[in-house]
């Protein structure tokens, strides 16, 4: 239950993190925003400072900011907007210049690349202890007739050379490993076959070797931006390859999760210690800055794509154009958020 409210919690301040994102850059910039809401509705309570209004809402996931003119053109208001005094059109979203809409656009994705920058510079400062972890069981194999399951923690040994080693010179034989899974520690038999599949090892299990020596401030801040940089790319490509293999072929590739999976991977990861959802965590912020900064519609990245085609081609795309284009990005993405949320509760039965 702590690690379930952990990692909601974490969740939403890294959308209310996105969102204060965008939330700053508009205020920076000078545009009107005419709410930012803590939650989503409905509404708890609210109070007026200046023009922009904060509210607290039942819902406490996340957040949202609306800013003056961000969805009026699809609205169909634009050209009542229009007749505005200058004064007052200035200080509208789409009416400001191309890089001004693009700044406040990207602004959420970059709070979230230096929120997962940060808490894995600070996981790099303080250290973690090392253990060598369980990722996945091979189904049919040895570790899973003898009980072994993913986030088991191998507490006889630390590195997964020395581990394998140890197995493969006793196949055929039995070995005794001690797990620890939760707050458990036990001993488990297991029994290494001597010919395994192609591409299993002996036991049947994948490995994982976790942990991080303590590092100085600048080295660390150095290492968690080249490595939030690497996770950022692995991320994108992740997500190409998504969604290449769901049109292309109608499958998702292994090791996709959804908020379901995402549950489920925090309580193998709180096994390990709290630290290590922090590092999840982290993880996270840097998955909501790529996905979002994809230019698909209905996503920022798509919104920049359309305010690049706009600065290309000296006019906006066509208001029936860009409402299709949302409306099918919207549908698809949801779409997909089914299929993959279907697959988390169909491994849980």
Do not use: C
């Not at 509210?55 to 050209?79: C, H, M, Q, T, Y």
């Not at 100085?216 to 692995?234: D, H, K, P, Q, V």
């Amino acid at each position: 239950m702590l690690i379930a409210l952990i990692v909601i919690v974490g969740l939403s301040l890294l959308i209310l993190g996105h969102e204060a994102g965008h939330f700053f850059a508009a205020k920076k910039l000078g545009l009107k925003v005419d709410e930012f809401g803590f939650g989503f509705p409905p509404r708890m309570a609210a109070w007026r400072r200046g023009e922009t209004e904060y509210s607290f809402n039942w819902l406490p996931f996340g957040g949202f900011v609306k800013i003056a003119g961000e969805n009026d053109r699809l609205n169909g208001e634009i050209e009542k907007l229009a007749l505005l005094p200058e004064e007052e059109k200035r200080r509208l979203f789409l009416f400001r210049p191309a890089w001004q809409r693009a700044a406040v656009t990207v602004a959420g994705v970059l709070v979230n690349f230096v929120i997962g920058w940060i808490l894995l510079s600070f996981i790099l400062m303080v250290g973690t202890p090392r253990a060598l972890v369980v990722g996945s069981v091979e189904k049919g194999s040895p570790a899973e007739a003898a009980g072994i399951a993913a986030g088991d923690v191998i507490k006889n040994y630390l590195e997964a050379d020395a581990f394998i080693k140890f197995v493969d010179e006793n196949r055929g034989g039995v070995v005794r490993l001690e797990v620890k899974r939760g707050g458990e520690e036990f001993v488990i038999e297991a029994f290494p076959r001597l010919a395994p599949p192609k591409g299993e090892g002996a036991l049947g299990v994948v490995l994982a070797e976790a942990g991080e020596e303590k590092r100085g401030i600048f080295t660390a801040l150095f290492e968690g931006l080249r490595r939030a940089a690497l996770l950022s790319l692995w991320t994108f490509v992740a997500f190409y390859e998504v969604v290449k293999n769901l049109v292309l072929h109608g499958t998702l590739i292994a090791g996709v999760v959804g908020p379901v999976g995402i549950f489920s991977v925090a309580q193998q990861t709180g096994q390990l210690g709290l630290i290590y959802l922090v590092q999840l965590v982290s993880l996270i912020s840097l998955n909501l800055a790529v996905i979002n900064l994809i230019p698909f519609p209905a996503l920022d990245g798509g919104r920049l794509l359309l305010i690049a085609i706009e600065k290309v081609k000296g006019s906006p795309v066509s208001l029936k154009t860009e409402a299709w284009i949302n409306g099918a990005g919207f549908i698809f993405l949801i779409f997909l958020m089914v299929v993959i949320t279907i697959r988390d509760v169909s491994r849980w039965f």
